[in-house]
C-alpha cells in the first residue's frame, strides 16, 4: 500500500464535499441519543435489580442473581438480534404509527424498540452488579449505625446506604456510559440509522455523479472519521471519570489526627485550638 494513502489530499476531499461532515454528525447524534436514553433506563432498572440481588428475601436475591448473571453474560449482538426478530410484528407496526413526530427519525423506526431494549436489558444487567458492589464497599457499621437509630432496614437503605454506595460507583458508572456509547455502534445491523450506517451510506454515494458530489470516498478513511468521532466523546467522558474519581478521594480523605495521650496533652491542645 502507498504510504502516502492515509495521508493523500485527494482522499480527504469527501469530508468536505457537499453535506458529508454533517451527516455523519447527525449520525453520531443518533447514536448519543440512544445511549443517553438506555443509560437512564439501565440505571433505574439496574438499581432495582441491585436491591432486589441484596435483598434478605432469598427468593428475590435468587431470581435477581439469575437474571443478572443470564443477560450479563450473553454477547451483546446475540441480545440484539434476539429482539429485532423476536419481538413480534404487531408491536412493531404500533410503535411505528404512534411513535411521535418530533423524535428524531432514528426513533421513528420500529427496530428501535428492539435495540433500546437489547441495549437497556443488557447494561441493566452490568450496572446491577456495579451497584451492589458499590453497596457492599460501604462499612458494616453503617447499617449497624442506622438500625441503632430505630431506621428500618429499607429506611436505612435509602438514607444511609444508598447516597454513599452510589457515589461510590459514579466512576464505574460513567465507564459503563462509555462501554454503552461505543456498543450503540452494533444496531446498525439493525438497520438503525445512526453513525456506522451513515458512513457507509457516505461510501457507497460520494463518488456517484448522480447525487452531484462525484468525489470517492475511501473506506478506511470514513471509518477513521467515524472511530474518531467515537474516540474524542469517549476520552472527554473518561477525563470526566477521573475528575469524579479524584473528587471522591478528596471526600473520602480524612485529616490525620493528632495523639492524645495524656491530661497534659489534653489540655494543651484545647488550649492551642482557642
Given at each position: 500500500?502507498?504510504?502516502?494513502?492515509?495521508?493523500?489530499?485527494?482522499?480527504?476531499?469527501?469530508?468536505?464535499?457537499?453535506?458529508?461532515?454533517?451527516?455523519?454528525?447527525?449520525?453520531?447524534?443518533?447514536?448519543?441519543?440512544?445511549?443517553?436514553?438506555?443509560?437512564?433506563?439501565?440505571?433505574?432498572?439496574?438499581?432495582?435489580?441491585?436491591?432486589?440481588?441484596?435483598?434478605?428475601?432469598?427468593?428475590?436475591?435468587?431470581?435477581?442473581?439469575?437474571?443478572?448473571?443470564?443477560?450479563?453474560?450473553?454477547?451483546?449482538?446475540?441480545?440484539?438480534?434476539?429482539?429485532?426478530?423476536?419481538?413480534?410484528?404487531?408491536?412493531?407496526?404500533?410503535?411505528?404509527?404512534?411513535?411521535?413526530?418530533?423524535?428524531?427519525?432514528?426513533?421513528?423506526?420500529?427496530?428501535?424498540?428492539?435495540?433500546?431494549?437489547?441495549?437497556?436489558?443488557?447494561?441493566?444487567?452490568?450496572?446491577?452488579?456495579?451497584?451492589?458492589?458499590?453497596?457492599?464497599?460501604?462499612?458494616?457499621?453503617?447499617?449497624?449505625?442506622?438500625?441503632?437509630?430505630?431506621?428500618?432496614?429499607?429506611?436505612?437503605?435509602?438514607?444511609?446506604?444508598?447516597?454513599?454506595?452510589?457515589?461510590?460507583?459514579?466512576?464505574?458508572?460513567?465507564?459503563?456510559?462509555?462501554?454503552?456509547?461505543?456498543?450503540?455502534?452494533?444496531?446498525?445491523?439493525l438497520a438503525i440509522s445512526e453513525l456506522v450506517r451513515h458512513g457507509?451510506?457516505?461510501?457507497?454515494?460520494?463518488?456517484?455523479?448522480?447525487?452531484?458530489?462525484?468525489?470517492?470516498?475511501?473506506?478506511?478513511?470514513?471509518?477513521?472519521?467515524?472511530?474518531?468521532?467515537?474516540?474524542?466523546?469517549?476520552?472527554?467522558?473518561?477525563?470526566?471519570?477521573?475528575?469524579?474519581?479524584?473528587?471522591?478521594?478528596?471526600?473520602?480523605?480524612?485529616?490525620?489526627?493528632?495523639?492524645?495521650?495524656?491530661?497534659?496533652?489534653?489540655?494543651?491542645?484545647?488550649?492551642?485550638?482557642?
Amino acid at each position: 500500500m502507498d504510504p502516502y494513502y492515509f495521508i493523500d489530499p485527494d482522499n480527504w476531499r469527501w469530508l468536505l464535499a457537499g453535506s458529508n461532515a454533517m451527516f455523519l454528525l447527525k449520525g453520531f447524534l443518533v447514536n448519543l441519543q440512544i445511549a443517553l436514553l438506555c443509560m437512564a433506563l439501565s440505571m433505574i432498572i439496574g438499581l432495582g435489580l441491585a436491591l432486589a440481588r441484596i435483598a434478605r428475601n432469598p427468593v428475590a436475591s435468587g431470581a435477581a442473581g439469575l437474571w443478572i448473571d443470564a443477560w450479563r453474560n450473553l454477547p451483546l449482538v446475540f441480545i440484539l438480534l434476539y429482539f429485532f426478530l423476536g419481538l413480534p410484528n404487531w408491536i412493531k407496526s404500533s410503535y411505528a404509527d404512534n411513535a411521535p413526530q418530533f423524535l428524531p427519525d432514528a426513533f421513528q423506526e420500529p427496530q428501535i424498540i428492539a435495540a433500546i431494549l437489547g441495549l437497556t436489558i443488557y447494561n441493566s444487567a452490568v450496572i446491577a452488579e456495579i451497584m451492589r458492589a458499590g453497596i457492599n464497599s460501604l462499612e458494616r457499621g453503617q447499617g449497624e449505625a442506622a438500625a441503632a437509630l430505630g431506621l428500618t432496614y429499607w429506611k436505612s437503605m435509602r438514607l444511609v446506604i444508598l447516597p454513599q454506595g452510589l457515589r461510590r460507583m459514579v466512576p464505574a458508572t460513567v465507564s459503563q456510559l462509555i462501554t454503552l456509547t461505543k456498543d450503540t455502534s452494533l444496531i446498525s445491523i439493525l438497520a438503525i440509522s445512526e453513525l456506522v450506517r451513515h458512513g457507509r451510506i457516505v461510501v457507497g454515494t460520494s463518488d456517484n455523479p448522480f447525487v452531484g458530489l462525484n468525489v470517492p470516498a475511501p473506506i478506511l478513511h470514513v471509518f477513521l472519521v467515524v472511530g474518531a468521532m467515537f474516540v474524542l466523546f469517549n476520552l472527554l467522558l473518561s477525563l470526566l471519570s477521573r475528575r469524579l474519581e479524584v473528587r471522591e478521594r478528596r471526600m473520602l480523605a480524612t485529616t490525620e489526627m493528632q495523639a492524645v495521650t495524656g491530661l497534659e496533652d489534653q489540655v494543651a491542645l484545647q488550649t492551642s485550638t482557642r
